[in-house]
């Protein structure tokens, strides 16, 4: 069994580009939800995604979006960075509505 | 925003000591309430959960306790260890809307060998 993975592991981009992260989830789980953990903080909900739609989403700005794929894999796109999005950000999985949610090791982004 | 709030900030514990980490949450729909270690450079990993039908569960050095009246639940490590040195986040969700964790701020803990 596999556990999450995320690419690219780090990633410095300057304010205004966009970036991609991505996400594969454990295997047989179809549920992936995306944190945002900025240093020294508890992560913080983004959105989830489920059977390729999404599910939730908390207090983010229509500038992070996302997509599911038919896999299950996922992708977050952030547009015209800022210096406040430099932050972890975690992908987690799950299987629907059972309790426990996997987490990869996250992607460090750097916004200069 | 539904709150989770976590105390202490940081915890110096000398080996083989208790070590106490304390969270009350706000809303009383929250039905599942799980802890997780995060080691520098990695990704939380679940270390215990409970639900609010019990008031106290136990795996191996790690307890958490419930008090469902008070809205507080608070994590336990027995025999602290070195190697449990790490940040500890509890977090709080409600199981049927899609288990959307809600986060305290962390406890980062040393462990004094």
């Known amino acids: 069994e596999t556990g999450v993975t995320q690419s690219p592991t780090h990633l410095i981009k300057t304010r205004g580009q966009q970036v991609t992260l991505r996400c594969s989830s454990q295997s047989g789980h179809n549920t992936v939800s995306w944190y945002q953990q900025a240093l020294g903080q508890g992560p913080q909900f983004i959105f989830q995604?489920?059977?390729?739609?999404?599910?939730g989403r908390g207090n983010f700005p229509p500038r992070f979006s996302g997509l599911q794929f038919p896999n299950y894999s996922s992708e977050l796109n952030v547009n015209a960075l800022e210096l406040d999005d430099s932050a972890l950000y975690l992908c987690?999985?799950?299987?629907?509505?059972?309790?426990?949610?996997?987490f990869g090791p996250g992607t460090r982004l750097l916004v200069l | 925003q539904q709150q989770v709030k976590q105390s202490p900030q940081s915890l110096i514990v000398q080996k083989g000591g208790i070590s106490i980490i304390n969270c009350a949450y706000e809303n009383t729909a929250f039905d599942y309430f799980p802890w997780y270690q995060q080691f520098p450079g990695k990704g939380p990993a679940l270390l215990i959960a409970i639900r609010p039908d019990v008031s106290e569960k136990k795996e191996g050095r790690f307890t958490i306790s419930f008090n469902k009246s008070a809205k507080q639940f608070s994590l336990h490590i027995m025999d602290s260890q070195p190697g449990d040195s790490a940040t500890y986040f509890c977090a709080a969700s409600r199981r049927l809307y899609g288990n959307k964790l809600v986060f305290g701020a962390g406890t980062i803990l040393r462990v004094k060998s």
């Open positions: 995604y489920y059977r390729e739609e999404e599910n």
């Open positions: 987690a999985s799950s299987q629907r509505f059972q309790e426990t949610q996997y």
